[in-house]
């Protein structure tokens, strides 16, 4: 069935290091997969997407790199700070059901000081 | 602030009783989504409404269900209150049907005893 997962579910860093979160799916059929952060107490919050036709994508000090080939997506936080301590969630959906995101388990990041 | 309410933030009740959760959505946005969230099973997607029409349904209970009024906000019905319904129940909201950016509430928990 379709399942996305994470590798690793924490990860601690210290403060201006960088960061990589790693996620595996399994239905080489998504269109498109997105990355949340949840920080306590919150809800998830977009942080960037990527279409299954690219490998690379980046925003604002963070890049998402996507291998179909072995059905990898990972998320590199530069210069990570204490602000970006949160859960970290992969999502997979397909274009005609946009807002049916299939999560994975998420990735607790850690900052240090 | 991801401009999404919902209400109650928490909510303790016995099994069999039955609660409604609330959800205003961004201004403007047409597309309402459920999710539940909860320790044993991560992220699930419930249902998805989009200018007040149903438009995909995941992993729902049928003692659950849910609507979306003229006025845009969705109200979510859980019924027959069962331990395992303890959870924090998302709403999220986007502009289209087929974006994977949705604008999460910040929760509903909701406690079965």
């Known amino acids: 069935g379709e399942s996305v997962g994470l590798h690793l579910p924490t990860l601690s860093v210290q403060e201006g290091d960088n960061s990589i979160i790693n996620c595996a799916y399994s239905?080489?059929?998504?269109?498109?997969f997105i990355w949340y952060k949840q920080e306590s107490g919150k809800g998830p919050q977009f942080i960037i997407d990527?279409?299954?036709?690219?490998d690379k994508r980046q925003g604002q000090r963070v890049t998402v790199l996507l291998n179909k080939t072995v059905k990898h997506l990972s998320l590199q936080i530069a210069a990570t700070q204490p602000g970006d301590s949160a859960v970290y969630f992969c999502a997979e959906s397909f274009y005609n059901q946009g807002g049916k995101l299939i999560f994975g388990q998420g990735t607790e990041l850690s900052v240090k000081p | 602030d991801s401009g999404v309410t919902q209400t109650p933030k928490h909510l303790i009740t016995a099994t069999g009783q039955r609660v409604t959760l609330r959800c205003s959505p961004r201004?403007?946005?047409?597309?309402v989504y459920w999710y539940q969230q909860s320790l044993d099973q991560g992220l699930q997607f419930l249902i998805h409404y989009y200018n007040g029409e149903e438009r995909a349904k995941g992993n729902i209970l049928e003692r659950f269900s849910a609507q979306q009024f003229p006025d845009l906000h969705s109200e979510l019905n859980l019924s027959s209150l069962e331990l395992g319904d303890s959870a924090l129940y998302f709403c999220?909201?986007?502009?289209?049907?087929?974006?994977?950016?949705?604008?999460f509430g910040e929760g509903s928990r909701l406690t079965v005893l």
């Open positions: 201004s403007g946005d047409l597309s």
């Open positions: 239905n080489s059929a998504s269109d498109y």
């Open positions: 999220a909201s986007s502009e289209t049907s087929n974006t994977g950016e949705l604008f």
């Open positions: 990527i279409r299954s036709n690219m």
